[in-house]
């Protein structure tokens, strides 16, 4: 039987000492682990003066985690640099933040050609390897470089972008070429695989069989498929009913006093659609004044990639926003926005969601969007909140009974507020039976499985096919 080879960024270790991957996705990855053995293999997180490419191995239960140190350049050029200040941006269709700077991409290919120096003699003849993200674009032919003929398949968790977008960064082409050296590419949506397609066949003259979903490029062909993340939906539910999660909903009922609760909860950063969200939330209570204390907004955002400028830029933009708000509404008796910069254990989150009356989910660009997934998982059937979800995050597509608007629009935002509110008992169930199924359906084990059944069915790659 074939082991499994996860790679990602950072690992999750099966007793919790790394600190990197958490939630759904290490749950899924871990499990997958547990069931085929084998590695997870990923940066530690930590620095060193020197690159050694020493793997620390530590075995646990059902699978062993391999992680390396990287240098400060490193971490400089190919994390914050090319991964979060060039390809992030670019990804989720921001090119006014993307930078694009030749050391940046030196330090993203030397990286990968590191983590691949480091993995490829973990990996023996029958595994099956699977690469997580943007940030190891090119991992699978630094592999093939380097004599691995195993299957390799690769999921993007972020979106795919337009090709005239793609377009503008330099070396575009190149990076896209070395997706050929996978067997298997996964997308979130059908929209970030069709772009995926335009730029290989527009901008590369590749040649795209649909009926197979396999994209032809200089020799070699890629199998393409479209896989939407789940969560663990059983586990969520269950963690929504435990004690952490009970006494987190009697405090903010408490401290609702009787008031409907909006709900956000986002890692801080500019695709969340933050400022955008809290101008749709004011102009509710410009709108609709009769409503105004009614309601107010619990905004949870943990800061995240503090050493890059465009998120210390969101950070105080949206401190100078929520202030501003609350200073020209606020009475004595109420505050329209609690805004809190730090993260939640996750059944405490489940509380939350299931205590507030709307979950407000506006990202102006999502791969998937797991928060919007968890909110419905986490609310009462008998009496469930109201899920207002951006178009533009990839989870709409499958969530299509959530009031979906948007996030751009400042009246989108405040209309649906207000259908939320005045929306009946029976809608309500009837719109989140119809995503609680689904959630429960296509759960995180069901995108592994998916994933992983597909990556089996890839024909074994041939020496020659590969041998770039
Ligand atoms: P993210 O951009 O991180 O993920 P998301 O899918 O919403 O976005 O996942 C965030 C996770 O972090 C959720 O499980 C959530 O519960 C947790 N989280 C958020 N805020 C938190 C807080 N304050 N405290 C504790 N936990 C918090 C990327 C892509 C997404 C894609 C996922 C998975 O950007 O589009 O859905 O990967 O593929």
């Known amino acids: 039987m074939s082991r499994l080879i996860v790679i990602s960024n950072r690992v999750s270790a099966p007793d919790g000492s790394h600190s990197g991957a958490q939630g759904g996705l290490a749950v899924a990855?871990?499990?997958?682990?547990?069931?085929?053995g084998g590695i997870w293999f990923g940066w530690s997180g930590e620095q060193t003066d020197q690159f050694t490419?020493?793997?620390?191995?530590?075995?646990?239960?059902?699978?062993?985690?391999?992680?390396?140190?990287?240098?400060?350049?490193?971490?400089?050029?190919?994390?914050?640099?090319?991964?979060?200040?060039?390809?992030?941006?670019?990804?989720?269709?921001?090119?006014?933040?993307a930078e694009y700077e030749r050391g940046?991409?030196?330090?993203?290919?030397?990286?990968?050609?590191?983590?691949?120096?480091?993995?490829?003699?973990?990996?023996?003849?029958e595994d099956s390897v699977w690469i997580q993200d943007y940030h190891m674009i090119?991992?699978?032919?630094?592999l093939r470089k380097r004599g691995c003929q195993n299957r390799i398949g690769f999921f993007l968790h972020t979106p795919w972008p337009p090709r005239r977008l793609l377009a503008t960064l330099p070396e575009a082409r190149e990076l896209?070429?070395?997706?050929?050296?996978?067997?298997?590419?996964?997308?979130?949506?059908?929209?970030?695989?069709?772009?995926?397609?335009?730029?290989?066949?527009?901008?590369?003259?590749?040649?795209?069989?649909?009926?197979?979903?396999?994209?032809?490029?200089?020799?070699?062909?890629?199998?393409?498929?479209?896989?939407?993340?789940?969560?663990?939906?059983?586990?969520?539910?269950?963690?929504?009913?435990n004690d952490a999660a009970r006494d987190t909903y009697e405090q903010m009922r408490r401290s609702s006093v009787g008031r409907a609760m909006i709900v956000g909860v986002d890692r801080l950063d500019y695709s969340k659609g933050l400022e955008e969200r809290f101008a749709g939330y004011e102009r509710f209570l410009l709108e609709h004044?009769?409503?105004?204390?009614?309601?107010?907004?619990?905004?949870?955002?943990?800061?995240?990639?503090?050493?890059?400028?465009?998120?210390?830029?969101?950070?105080?933009?949206?401190?100078?926003?929520?202030g501003r708000i609350n200073g020209a509404h606020a009475d004595l008796d109420w505050v329209p926005i609690r805004y809190v910069n730090q993260g939640y254990p996750r059944d405490v989150l489940a509380g939350v969601y299931r205590a507030s009356r709307i979950g407000l989910v506006t990202p102006l660009r999502d791969g998937m969007n797991l928060v919007a997934k968890e909110y419905v998982a986490a609310q009462d059937p008998e009496d469930p909140g109201v899920l207002i979800l951006s178009r533009?995050?990839?989870?709409?597509?499958?969530?299509?009974?959530?009031?979906?608007?948007?996030?751009?629009?400042?009246?989108?935002?405040?209309?649906?507020?207000?259908?939320?509110?005045?929306?009946?008992k029976a809608e309500r169930i009837a719109r989140w039976r119809a995503m609680a199924e689904d959630i429960e359906k296509h759960d995180v084990l069901w995108w592994r499985a998916r994933f992983i059944d597909a990556l089996m069915a890839a024909p074994l790659p041939g020496g020659a096919a590969h041998a770039a």
Request: charged share 25%.
């Open 29 to 36: 990855l871990a499990s997958a682990l547990r069931e085929m």
């Open 53 to 97: 490419g020493q793997v620390n191995l530590q075995r646990g239960d059902g699978y062993t985690t391999a992680t390396v140190d990287l240098e400060e350049q490193d971490v400089d050029e190919y994390y914050n640099g090319y991964a979060n200040r060039t390809l992030w941006p670019l990804f989720h269709y921001r090119i006014d933040l």
């Open 104 to 125: 940046f991409a030196g330090g993203y290919q030397r990286v990968n050609e590191r983590f691949a120096d480091t993995v490829r003699p973990l990996i023996e003849a």
């Open 138 to 142: 090119p991992l699978g032919h630094e």
């Open 176 to 241: 896209v070429e070395t997706l050929f050296a996978y067997d298997l590419i996964g997308f979130h949506t059908a929209e970030w695989l069709e772009s995926f397609c335009d730029f290989a066949r527009l901008e590369m003259g590749a040649d795209i069989d649909e009926e197979e979903g396999v994209v032809r490029f200089g020799g070699r062909s890629v199998r393409v498929i479209v896989c939407p993340i789940g969560i663990d939906a059983a586990e969520f539910r269950e963690m929504a009913d």
């Open 289 to 322: 004044p009769e409503e105004r204390k009614e309601v107010f907004l619990l905004q949870i955002a943990p800061p995240s990639r503090g050493t890059v400028e465009s998120y210390q830029r969101i950070r105080n933009a949206l401190e100078g926003v929520s």
């Open 392 to 424: 533009f995050a990839g989870a709409a597509v499958q969530m299509e009974s959530a009031l979906l608007v948007n996030p751009y629009s400042a009246e989108e935002i405040s209309d649906a507020i207000l259908r939320a509110l005045q929306m009946p």
